[in-house]
């Protein structure tokens, strides 16, 4: 395919409605055209704008009634005793389903889908990193000098450490765009499997309840913590995603907590 066949998918690849196969197509050429990675991130970011901004709207009562208006009438038919008419249990079924119908699109149109959009921005980053060999831009296990690296080139300082010993090592870092913004991705080795943790600044979410999710064959891990987001992700298992997150965070309080007693 050319890049307009590849542009026409685009709003199909941020809906996720792509195969397997035509996903992979698409990462891999998106990852080596900068024409059309750069129209893709323009359109990711208004669509997750959108989805975080737009306003959203209950479907209205008289939507019912407009519904019900527009069905086909049906005039009386006489029936036997103790018998119901076709016409009526037609009549009937068609009221129950756009009953139904309305009930529906109002739930539809009520639910949040930034959560759902995230996720599947995370699993597409993480999926395009292994499939491109762009895990990362600075290849270390060297916390002293990934952590660094990232000087300049975000407005905030993620916190990279390697934890070799107990079985996650930092096999470097890299710039990423997720979800609407520059990010930091971390990526850590844990026997045979890949972690990529996304970090980046979310005030006022501090100590939110952890949620752990599955989605395409990934387990994703995401929690808040001193005023940044994380999400992990890898084909790991969830336990393991939550061994690094503890991991993390004793070294943070650690850090925290020696650095209140100077």
């Known amino acids: 395919m050319d890049c307009t066949e590849y542009r026409l998918l685009m709003t199909a690849r941020i809906d996720n409605e792509l195969d397997a196969a035509t996903m992979a197509q698409f990462a891999a050429?998106?990852?080596?055209?900068?024409?059309?990675?750069?129209?893709?991130?323009?359109?990711?970011?208004?669509?997750?704008?959108?989805?975080m901004h737009g306003e959203r709207y209950a479907a209205p009562a008289h939507l019912k009634q407009r519904i019900l208006s527009a069905l086909p009438h049906r005039p009386p038919v006489s029936r036997e005793a103790g018998k119901w008419?076709?016409?009526w249990i037609n009549f009937g079924a068609a009221l129950a389903s756009s009953a139904a119908f309305v009930v529906t699109l109002g739930l539809?149109?009520?639910?949040?889908?930034?959560?759902?959009?995230?996720?599947?921005?995370?699993?597409?980053?993480?999926?395009?990193?292994?499939?491109?060999?762009?895990l990362t831009d600075v290849a270390?296990?060297?916390?002293?000098?990934?952590?660094?690296?990232?000087?300049?080139?975000?407005?905030?300082?993620?916190?990279?450490?390697?934890?070799?010993?107990?079985g996650y090592t930092l096999i470097g870092g890299r710039l990423d765009y997720l979800h609407g913004r520059t990010v930091a991705a971390l990526?850590?080795?844990?026997?045979?499997?890949?972690?990529?943790?996304?970090?980046?600044p979310e005030q006022g979410k501090d100590g939110t309840a952890q949620q752990s999710v599955s989605?395409?064959?990934?387990?994703?891990?995401?929690?808040?913590?001193h005023g940044l987001r994380y999400w992990a992700i890898s084909d790991a298992a969830p336990q393991d995603l939550a061994e690094l997150r503890n991991l993390l965070d004793a070294q943070i309080r650690g850090e925290t907590s020696s650095g209140s007693q100077k």
């Open 140 to 166: 270390s296990s060297d916390q002293h000098m990934v952590k660094p690296w990232f000087t300049g080139k975000l407005d905030f300082s993620p916190p990279a450490y390697d934890f070799a010993a107990r």
């Open 108 to 134: 539809y149109m009520a639910a949040p889908t930034s959560t759902n959009g995230l996720e599947e921005d995370v699993v597409s980053s993480h999926y395009r990193s292994l499939l491109v060999g762009h």
């Open 187 to 200: 990526v850590y080795q844990h026997r045979q499997h890949i972690v990529n943790l996304f970090v980046w």
């Open 29 to 51: 050429h998106v990852a080596n055209c900068p024409e059309c990675e750069e129209e893709y991130e323009a359109l990711s970011g208004l669509s997750s704008d959108v989805r």
């Open 215 to 225: 989605r395409q064959g990934f387990q994703l891990l995401a929690w808040s913590d």
């Open 85 to 87: 008419p076709w016409a």
